[in-house]
């Protein structure tokens, strides 16, 4: 298979026809080879419109989708950036110059991608996504779907960060922006997008006597 051909194709018809206008970030989605970031048998999908699997419950997010969510991060070069469960996007960030650490609860994320995200100069640590790992961020992106505002997400940027992710609590889920103020946060809804939910973060059922 040409991924090459296929990343273009990518690139023109999923992501830039989505008013994805960032050159910058159009130009780190056209370097970014995306099937490193895939199962082994799934690499033949990874440009196609839809959600292959990296490891385990991991899949990679939409083109479309992560591109207009990390156009809306307004990311450039020489920020720190935390991304949770996307080893992808944090890839992308890399090559727009950020210095990115990319986090997940799953070591099998790593054990297939750590070698691509060490190529990109992309730390990685394995911990639980509910501990989100150092601070003072400029901005924190994911690629899976959170069940509800991810506070301890948000108190990991400095005044002035942005977080995006997708909330998501049924069917269709939202694509937001936090943006952390002084005194206090403010969320800007962006569009629709329905990628897996992080099951680690639904919280148990509480069960009244």
């Known amino acids: 298979m040409d991924f090459a051909a296929a990343r273009k194709v990518m690139l023109d018809s999923q992501i830039r026809v989505n008013d994805v206008t960032d050159r910058d970030l159009q130009a780190a989605f056209g370097a970014v080879e995306r099937e490193r970031f895939c199962a082994p048998d799934r690499a033949f999908s990874a440009y196609a419109d839809v959600q292959p699997e990296v490891a385990g419950e991991r899949r990679l997010m939409l083109p479309r989708d992560l591109g207009k969510l990390m156009q ?11 991304v949770l469960a996307g080893p992808y996007a ?3 960030l890399a090559r727009m110059g950020l210095m990115v650490t990319a986090q997940d609860s799953d070591a099998a994320v790593f054990e ?20 989100p790992q150092g601070e003072s961020y400029d901005l924190i992106v994911s690629e899976a779907a959170v069940p509800a505002r991810p506070e301890a997400w948000l108190a990991a940027l400095r005044p002035g960060g942005r977080l995006a992710v997708v909330e998501r609590s049924g069917p269709i889920g939202k694509a937001v922006l ?5 005194e ?11 990628p ?3 099951t680690e973060l639904i919280p148990e059922p509480a069960f009244a006597l």
């Open 72 to 82: 809306a991060l307004d990311a450039r070069a020489g920020e720190k950036a935390l």
């Open 112 to 131: 297939l991608t750590g070698e691509t995200l060490a190529e990109d100069g992309v730390a990685t640590v394995v911990a639980p996504l509910n501990q």
């Open 184 to 194: 206090g946060v403010s969320r800007r809804e962006l569009f629709d997008a329905s």
């Open 178 to 182: 936090y943006v952390r103020g002084r």
């Open 90 to 92: 944090a890839a992308v």
């Open 196 to 198: 897996a939910v992080l």
